[in-house]
C-alpha cells in the first residue's frame, strides 16, 4: 500500500534535548511538507521541500531543522532552541506544491517536560 | 493572507445532510478555497476545492457565493463516520510556491 508513515506515534523527551521525527512516503511525491498543530487549532506550516537537496522555511520554522536527502525521507528535527516543542507534528506529501491534494501521515506527538 | 471563519462546533443528524459554512471575505482572485477534516488525533483527509463555480465528488459537494466571500459545504447523507474536525481553507501564493492557510476547523458531530 502506497502511503506515509511517521514514527514513533508517541515520543517524549526532556527540555534541552534535540528530537528527530521521521516521516516516509513511498507515493513517489516530489514535495513534502511538516506542520504543527496545537490543541483546538489548524495547522502551521513549518518546512517544506519541493524536491531532493532544496527545502524552504515555513511560517515558524524557528528552532527546526530539516533535511531532504532522499525524495522518499523529510525528517524533522525539533531542536532545543524550539521554546514550545510539545505539540502534534504532522507529516505531508503531494505530486507538486500546485497540485491540489496534500497526503498525510499519523502525527508524532512530542511532549517535552 | 485570506482567513477563513468556521462555528467552531456543529450537530448534525445522521442520515440529514450536513451543511458547513465558511467565511472567507478577504480572499483574492485567484486563491482556492480547500476543505479538509481531521478525525480524532488522524492525519488530515482532503475533501475538495473550489474557486468559483461549485463544485461535486462523491464525499461531498461545495457551494461558493458569487462574490466569493463564503462557502458551504454539504455532505449529502451525513454518518456517524462523518464526524471530525473540518477544515475551510484559503490557498494562498508565497514564493512563487503555494501554501494552505488553515483556521481553527469546525467540529461536526453526527448523531444517532
Known amino acids: 500500500d502506497g502511503g506515509i508513515t511517521q514514527s514513533p506515534k508517541y515520543l517524549f523527551r526532556k527540555e534541552g534535548q534535540n528530537v528527530t521525527l521521521s516521516c516516509e512516503q513511498n507515493?513517489?511525491?516530489?514535495?513534502m511538507y511538516w506542520y504543527r498543530q496545537d490543541p483546538g487549532q489548524g495547522l502551521r506550516l513549518i518546512y517544506y521541500?519541493?524536491?531532493?537537496?532544496?527545502?524552504q522555511k515555513g511560517d515558524i520554522a524557528e528552532g527546526y531543522s530539516v533535511s531532504r536527502e532522499k525524495k522518499e525521507s523529510f525528517p524533522l528535527t525539533v531542536t532545543s532552541a524550539q521554546k514550545n516543542p510539545t505539540a502534534f507534528y504532522l507529516c505531508?506529501?503531494?505530486?507538486?506544491?500546485?497540485?491540489?491534494?496534500?497526503?498525510f501521515g499519523p502525527g508524532t506527538r512530542l511532549t517535552v517536560t | 493572507d485570506a482567513k477563513t471563519t468556521q462555528p467552531p462546533s456543529m450537530d448534525c443528524a445522521e442520515g440529514r445532510a450536513a451543511n458547513l459554512p465558511c467565511n472567507h471575505s478577504?480572499?483574492?482572485?485567484?486563491?482556492?478555497v480547500y476543505w479538509y477534516r481531521q478525525i480524532h488525533s488522524q492525519g488530515p483527509q482532503y475533501i475538495i476545492h473550489?474557486?468559483?463555480?461549485?463544485e461535486t465528488n462523491e464525499m461531498a459537494s461545495l457551494i461558493i457565493t458569487e462574490d466569493r466571500k463564503s462557502s458551504t459545504l454539504i455532505l449529502p447523507h451525513a454518518t456517524l463516520r462523518d464526524t471530525a474536525v473540518y477544515y475551510c481553507?484559503?490557498?494562498?501564493?508565497?514564493?512563487?510556491?503555494?501554501?494552505?492557510?488553515w483556521g481553527a476547523g469546525t467540529k461536526l458531530i453526527i448523531k444517532p
Open positions: 473550489g474557486l468559483k463555480n461549485n
Open positions: 505531508a506529501s503531494s505530486i507538486g506544491t500546485l497540485s491540489y491534494e496534500q497526503y
Open positions: 521541500s519541493q524536491i531532493v537537496n532544496d527545502f
Open positions: 507515493l513517489n511525491h516530489d514535495a
Open positions: 478577504t480572499i483574492s482572485g485567484n486563491e482556492y
Open positions: 481553507i484559503v490557498r494562498v501564493a508565497r514564493d512563487s510556491n503555494y501554501q494552505l492557510i
